[in-house]
Nanobody, 125 residues
Framework: QVQLVESGGGLVQPGGSLRLSCAAS????????IGWFRQAPGKEREGVSC????????YYAASAKGRFTMSRDNTKNTVYLQMNSLKPEDTASYYC??????????????????WGQGTQVTVSS
């Protein structure tokens, strides 16, 4: 059974950092394209970043570039999203998703098949 579990969300002050984790089970994560997405209240889900299963290349949306870093630990079957210099507008539920087909740099949510339950990130003073 394919399962993704996010963790690491929380409340952080503007300018702070968080590291989100996405642990996979039921499949070998490194063979899949993995994306990070977020959804704020009243807004559509948007792609933040992705990592290619074939070559490990990463892609970042403009909102994340220079502040967020996505990485993968194959030994733990886990991907991470390191988020620095957080802003109030980063407040959202963050989700990871996987797809066996080559998607990255495509971060269109509907193109990814398997989703985690999400973790809440709140950036506020």
């Amino acid at each position: 059974q394919v399962q993704l579990v996010e963790s690491g969300g929380g409340l952080v002050q503007p300018g702070g950092s968080l590291r989100l984790s996405c642990a996979a089970s039921g499949f070998t994560l490194r063979y899949y394209d993995i994306g990070w997405f977020r959804q704020a209240p009243g807004k559509e889900r948007e792609g933040v970043s992705c990592i290619s299963g074939s070559d490990g290349r990463t892609y970042y949306a403009a909102s994340a570039k220079g502040r967020f870093t996505m990485s993968r630990d194959n030994t733990k079957n886990t991907v991470y999203l390191q988020m620095n210099s957080l802003k109030p507008e980063d407040t959202a539920s963050y989700y990871c998703a996987a797809d066996y087909r080559s998607q990255c740099p495509d971060v269109t949510p509907t193109h990814y098949d398997y989703w985690g339950q999400g973790t809440q990130v709140t950036v506020s003073s």
